[in-house]
């Protein structure tokens, strides 16, 4: 995966929060996840 401009700092972020890159990922992929779950709508019923 490319980062373009955002590797770096994102590189930082990781090594202040002490963990690798790949876990960072991971977790944020996890959250948005689950977020979108508990977010989703019902589902439309025909009339």
């Known amino acids: ?3 373009g401009e955002l590797k ?3 590189l930082a972020w990781c ?3 002490g963990i690798t ?3 960072a990922l991971r977790n944020a ?3 948005a996840m689950n ?3 508990t977010q ?3 589902p ?3 009339r």
């Open 21 to 23: 890159p790949s876990h």
């Open 1 to 3: 995966m490319d980062f």
């Open 8 to 10: 770096a700092p994102w």
């Open 40 to 42: 989703a709508l019902a």
């Open 29 to 31: 992929i996890w959250q």
């Open 44 to 46: 439309l019923t025909p």
């Open 35 to 37: 977020r979108n779950a």
């Open 15 to 17: 090594q202040a929060h």
